[in-house]
């Protein structure tokens, strides 16, 4: 019986192994770092201007973007002028307690920021909330 070696195959495994963990792990984070870039510049592009007198407005679901090429977004979806009255009019009386926020960029039109604020008091919104960045 000299040199008889016997596996056991039926002990149980008690380390755990996490390098396939690890590997996961790594190749989400790398995903990440590339596509982050990608969706920072799918941003919309608005340089608000600047004032001293700003302060923090409360969240309100209706936030409106305009472009320096007066296009109009709501809520980060383009909206073209006819589909916005409509689509401000089947709000129908619960939209006059809330408050509009409108981010124009500092090289938007008077006129367009008008033609919205227009838009919405047609609506019957009363309250406007105009976003600027702090000086």
Avoid: C
């Amino acid at each position: 019986m000299a040199g008889s070696i016997s596996q056991d195959d039926d002990e149980m495994i008690s380390g755990i192994n996490v390098t396939p963990l690890v590997d996961i792990v790594l190749v989400l984070l790398i995903i990440f770092m590339i596509t982050a870039p990608a969706i920072y510049q799918s941003a919309i592009k608005v340089r608000l201007p600047k004032a001293a007198t700003g302060e923090e407005a409360s969240k309100s679901p209706l936030t409106f973007t305009l472009t320096k090429e007066s296009e109009v977004l709501w809520d980060k979806e383009k909206i073209d002028w006819p589909t916005l009255g409509r689509r401000l009019a089947a709000l129908g009386p619960a939209a006059a307690d809330q408050t509009a926020v409108i981010s124009a960029d500092e090289a938007t039109p008077h006129g367009a920021v008008i033609r919205l604020m227009d838009s919405l008091r047609q609506a019957g919104l009363t309250r406007f909330a105009m976003n600027v960045e702090p000086k």
